[in-house]
C-alpha cells in the first residue's frame, strides 16, 4: 500500500512538473543603440482588471538583462519597463524563447509571429512619426523662404497623405486581425488606434 501511495504521490509530482514545463518561458534581452537602465521590469497586464501586474525585474549587466519563469498557456500582453525613463516594449508572451534588442528610439522582439509584428509596427509608427515632421519642415521652410510652389506644396501633401495611410492601413489590420490571438488585438488597439485615423490634410 504504501508503495502505491509512493508511486501515485511521485507520478503527482511529475505531472505538476511537466505542466509547468510547458508553461515555461525566457526572455534573453539587449539594451543597444544608447539605451543605458541599470534595471529592467517585466509585466503582464490583466484585462480583467485594467492595470498590469510586475512579475519579475532583472538587473542589467553589460547591456543585458534576463528573465524566466512560467506563464498561461493562452498568449497575454506583456511589457519590459526600464529603470529611469518612460520606455516600454510590449509584445505577446506565452511559453516559449524570447529574444529582445531594446534600443534608444525603439525595439525587437522575437520569439513568436504576433511580438514580432507588434515590433515592426511600433517601428513603422516611429519611422512615420519622424518623416512627417521633415515633411512639415521642409514645408514650413519653403513657406518662410517663399520657394514653395503649388506643386511643391501638392506634392509635400500626397506625401504626408501616403505615410499616413500606410500607418493607418497596417494598424487597422491589426486590430482587425480575426486570426490573431485576443492578446494581440487587445494589444494593437491600445498601441495603434489612434493611428488608424488618417492624419488631416495640414502640415
Known amino acids: ?65 534576463h528573465f524566466e519563469g512560467v506563464c498561461d498557456t493562452k498568449p497575454v500582453e506583456a511589457y519590459v519597463r526600464f529603470a529611469g525613463d518612460d520606455f516600454i516594449a510590449a509584445f505577446v508572451l506565452e511559453p516559449g524563447r524570447f529574444a529582445m534588442n531594446a534600443g534608444k528610439n525603439g525595439y525587437y522582439v522575437s520569439g513568436n509571429y504576433e511580438s514580432t509584428r507588434i515590433s515592426r509596427l511600433v517601428c513603422l509608427q516611429n519611422d512615420v512619426t519622424i518623416r512627417r515632421a521633415a515633411l512639415r519642415n521642409e514645408y514650413s521652410s519653403a513657406l518662410a523662404d517663399s520657394t514653395l510652389t503649388r506643386a511643391k506644396s501638392d506634392s509635400l501633401f500626397a506625401a504626408y497623405r501616403g505615410l499616413s495611410r500606410r500607418l493607418s492601413d497596417e494598424a487597422s489590420a491589426a486590430i482587425a486581425d480575426s486570426t490573431a490571438s485576443e492578446a494581440f488585438r487587445s494589444l494593437s488597439r491600445r498601441l495603434f488606434y489612434h493611428a488608424t485615423e488618417i492624419a488631416a490634410d495640414t502640415l
Not at 17 to 45: H, M
Open 1 to 65: 500500500m504504501r508503495i502505491f501511495s509512493f508511486i501515485m504521490i511521485l507520478a503527482a509530482l511529475l505531472t505538476v512538473s511537466c505542466r509547468q514545463e510547458d508553461r515555461r518561458f525566457t526572455l534573453d534581452g539587449r539594451t543597444v543603440n544608447g539605451r543605458a537602465s541599470q534595471v529592467a521590469y517585466l509585466y503582464r497586464y490583466l484585462p480583467g482588471y485594467g492595470k498590469v501586474q510586475l512579475l519579475d525585474s532583472a538587473k542589467i549587466n553589460g547591456g543585458r538583462f
